[in-house]
């Protein structure tokens, strides 16, 4: 695992955390290493074959992060900007790439982190 996708994976990790206000876990898949899993997987690399395909592994986290975005959107301070959560979220259904879901938690995260200062 590179420093990139590291970082990367604990954005996808600090997303969930923010929208459901809590800790590192399982739970909400609050944990980076679902985003791992699947951006390994996707190189080919399977050194969890308990986890099951990249695509099982690319829904699961595509099903977290479309469950944080729909909670952003119902959630104050982040249901000021309701539409743009409901929008990145229907972006979701057309992905089939963690650098392309990427592109969606980024952008959800840094408008968190923007309506959390105001």
Do not use: W
């Amino acid at each position: 695992m590179s420093k990139d996708e590291y970082t990367q994976a604990m954005k996808y990790e600090m997303l969930v955390r923010n929208v459901y206000n809590c800790q590192r876990g399982m739970r909400n898949g609050a944990d980076l290493c679902f985003m791992q899993n699947a951006m390994t997987m996707e190189r080919g690399e399977t050194f969890a074959k308990h986890l099951g395909s990249f695509e099982k592994q690319f829904e699961k986290v595509k099903n977290y992060i479309s469950k944080a975005l729909t909670k952003a959107s119902k959630t104050t301070p982040f249901s000021k900007e309701s539409e743009f959560f409901i929008t990145l979220n229907n972006r979701l259904e057309y992905l089939s790439s963690t650098s392309e879901l990427m592109d969606i938690v980024n952008l959800g995260l840094d408008k968190i982190i923007t309506l959390k200062k105001e």
